[in-house]
């Protein structure tokens, strides 16, 4: 089959198409046709040092999020599954490539009403967002500042935050993405690389920091006391540096996990039932050929993408 490797750590350029044998589904296992795999920016960061949440032992092909359809079960696994449309994590491994096998347990099933490519938009994103607006406890009249507002997590917090009642401001950079952000119902959009967008943004009781570094501070000063902060991403290169002691000195709260393994499941299918009900909307900016991983994770490196970026396998 055809698949990405990943043979040492760098640019973008490290990511090399090539033949790699189809996996074999053991006991408990199903094998996946995969139509969609997703890019993410932690996988970005991933291949350049080799730091993030996956394992790192090279050579090794990379990639967490697929959807396809089940092709083969192995022992053990119903034999109804075969045939089904599916979205799954392969826990970091295996996912830039045409097969992957993972245990039957994980597997989501697609809603009818739902495409495939959305469906995989939403795996990581739809969870993540949909569980840091739980975790927040976005309400009715809150003021809710969404940061990297055109992004895959970004663009749903703006959907979400606003179906809760919020009036949502949105930060992202430059006009394409601020227009894109009002397209989703944010009742103001803000340039971050603009000096004074603090003062246009005002005041907010939540912020959703997928940002970090000066951005994400800043964003921390218009916090009201009472106010909550999810601090979720870096895709500054940089956490944002606030601490417990400066949150409790200011009657924040601070919001760092959005919970257990059960949790993170009942967010993703709620995510993907949201999205077949016509409720929840990911945006998907950028489409390219498994072969040209490199230039995916190229195009999200240089801050030009807006919404998701998916791999066609």
Do not use: C
């Given at each position: 089959m055809?698949?990405v490797?990943?043979?040492?750590?760098?640019?973008p350029?490290v990511?090399?198409?090539?033949e790699?044998?189809?996996?074999?589904?053991?006991?408990?296992?199903?094998?996946?046709?995969?139509?969609?795999?997703?890019?993410?920016f932690?996988?970005?960061q991933?291949?350049a040092?080799?730091?993030?949440?996956?394992a790192?032992?090279?050579?090794?092909?990379?990639?967490?999020?697929?959807?396809?359809?089940?092709s083969?079960?192995?022992a053990?696994v119903?034999?109804?599954?075969?045939?089904?449309?599916?979205?799954?994590?392969?826990?970091?491994?295996?996912?830039?490539?045409q097969?992957?096998?993972?245990?039957?347990?994980?597997?989501?099933?697609?809603?009818?009403?739902?495409?495939?490519?959305?469906?995989?938009?939403l795996l990581?994103?739809?969870r993540?967002?949909?569980?840091?607006?739980?975790?927040?406890?976005?309400?009715?009249?809150?003021?809710?500042?969404?940061?990297?507002?055109?992004?895959?997590?970004?663009?749903?917090?703006v959907q979400?935050?606003?179906?809760?009642?919020?009036?949502?401001?949105a930060?992202?950079?430059?006009?394409?993405k601020?227009?894109r952000?009002?397209?989703?119902?944010a009742?103001?959009?803000?340039?971050?690389?603009?000096?004074?967008?603090?003062?246009?943004?005002g005041?907010v009781?939540v912020?959703?920091?997928?940002?970090?570094?000066?951005v994400?501070?800043a964003?921390?000063s218009?916090?009201?006391?009472?106010?909550?902060m999810?601090?979720?991403?870096l895709?500054?290169?940089?956490?944002?540096?606030?601490?417990?002691?400066?949150?409790?000195?200011?009657g924040v709260?601070?919001?760092r996990?959005?919970?257990d393994?059960?949790?993170?499941?009942?967010?993703?299918?709620?995510?993907?039932?949201a999205?077949?009900?016509?409720?929840?909307?990911?945006?998907?900016?950028?489409r390219?050929?498994?072969?040209?991983a490199?230039?995916?994770?190229a195009?999200?490196?240089?801050?030009?993408?807006?919404?998701?970026?998916?791999?066609?396998?």
């Open positions: 055809r698949a490797w990943l043979k040492e750590f760098g640019g350029g990511l090399v198409a090539g790699a044998p189809d996996p074999v589904p053991g006991p408990g296992q199903v094998l996946i046709e995969v139509a969609f795999a997703n890019v993410t932690v996988e970005t991933f291949r040092t080799g730091s993030g949440p996956f790192a032992d090279l050579p090794m092909v990379p990639g967490n999020g697929v959807g396809g359809v089940i083969r079960a192995g053990e119903d034999p109804a599954l075969v045939g089904h449309r599916v979205v799954t994590a392969t826990g970091g491994r295996g996912g830039y490539a097969r992957v096998v993972v245990d039957a347990a994980r597997v989501f099933p697609v809603p009818d009403a739902l495409s495939l490519d959305a469906a995989v938009a990581a994103d739809g993540t967002a949909t569980g840091l607006v739980h975790a927040t406890a976005v309400a009715p009249g809150d003021r809710v500042l969404v940061e990297a507002a055109a992004g895959g997590v970004g663009s749903l917090l979400l935050a606003k179906a809760a009642g919020a009036e949502v401001v930060a992202a950079g430059g006009p394409e601020l227009a952000a009002r397209d989703l119902g009742d103001l959009a803000v340039d971050y690389t603009d000096p004074v967008w603090p003062e246009e943004a005041e009781d912020v959703f920091d997928g940002v970090g570094g000066r994400g501070t964003a921390f218009l916090l009201r006391p009472g106010g909550r999810a601090i979720y991403g895709s500054s290169g940089s956490w944002t540096d606030v601490s417990e002691e400066d949150a409790q000195a200011r709260r601070l919001v996990s959005i919970g393994p059960a949790a993170l499941r009942g967010f993703t299918e709620a995510a993907l039932e999205a077949a009900a016509g409720q929840l909307i990911p945006v998907i900016g950028q390219f050929p498994l072969e040209r490199a230039d995916a994770h195009a999200m490196e240089s801050r030009g993408t807006i919404g998701k970026t998916l791999l066609i396998a």
